[in-house]
T-cell receptor
Framework: DQQVKQNSPSLSVQEGRISILNCDYTNSMFDYFLWYKKYPAEGPTFLISISSIKDKNEDGRFTVFLNKSAKHLSLHIVPSQPGDSAVYFCAASGTSNTGKLIFGQGTTLQVKP | DSGVTQTPKHLITATGQRVTLRCSPRSGDLSVYWYQQSLDQGLQFLIQYYNGEERAKGNILERFSAQQFPDLHSELNLSSLELGDSALYFC?????????????FGEGSRLTVL
């Protein structure tokens, strides 16, 4: 049972344009959502997060939106840069406060110069 | 550099064998997590230790076991290996206590079972 889904395996955008990565979840008990970025041969690195009590969180070029009624979150990158090319994972955490994260399958973003 | 060190980076072994993966967390972090990433899959949570004690368990196979030592490093033991165990195994750490959401991941140990 895939509780966190990223339905787009890949996304290609032009440098300077907006990148929108999407993520859907099924478990309404999730209370914290995160995005991680992963370059080849490296471990995932934390990018941005959002609590379920908010619907938007912004950090520089990165904004995460949460739509709880639709059980959907998205990551917007504006403007996109070639260095943003990586695999992006969304992840969710429940109320257990244990640090157990449920990850999506990842979306490979390619930003073309 | 996340500060989390994993060894070995690559490991090739045969079915039926046993391997040990090692993880040193960031300085000061009390929690260690193990995740498995199989081909084209997301990261699957295996287990979490906090200050030497098991805190949470995921879908970890009975053939797998882990522990966290007094110096806070952790080892993941995989035994009776099968072809399907081939994967990237990530270790992550966090300060522990209240979960803030950010985990610091190592570069992973790539296990290939032939």
């Amino acid at each position: 049972d895939q509780q966190v889904k990223q339905n787009s395996p890949s996304l290609s955008v032009q440098e300077g344009r907006i990148s929108i990565l999407n993520c859907d979840y099924t478990n309404s008990m999730f209370d914290y959502f995160l995005w991680y970025k992963k370059y080849p041969a490296e471990g995932p690195t934390f990018l941005i997060s959002i609590s379920s009590i908010k619907d938007k969180n912004e950090d520089g070029r990165f904004t995460v939106f949460l739509n709880k009624s639709a059980k959907h979150l998205s990551l917007h990158i504006v403007p996109s840069q070639p260095g943003d090319s990586a695999v992006y994972f969304c992840a969710a955490s429940g109320t257990s406060n244990t640090g157990k994260l449920i990850f999506g399958q990842g979306t490979t973003l390619q930003v073309k110069p | 550099d996340s500060g989390v060190t994993q060894t070995p980076k690559h490991l090739i072994t045969a079915t039926g064998q046993r391997v040990t993966l090692r993880c040193s967390p960031r300085s000061g972090d009390l929690s260690v997590y193990w995740y498995q990433q199989s081909l084209d899959q997301g990261l699957q949570f295996l287990i979490q230790y906090y200050n030497g004690e098991e805190r949470a368990k995921g879908n970890i196979l009975e053939r797998f076991s882990a522990q966290q030592f007094p110096d806070l490093h952790s080892e993941l033991n995989l035994s009776s290996l099968e072809l399907g165990d081939s994967a990237l195994y990530f270790c992550a750490s966090s300060e522990g206590g209240r979960f803030t959401g950010e985990l610091f991941f190592g570069e992973g140990s790539r296990l290939t079972v032939l």
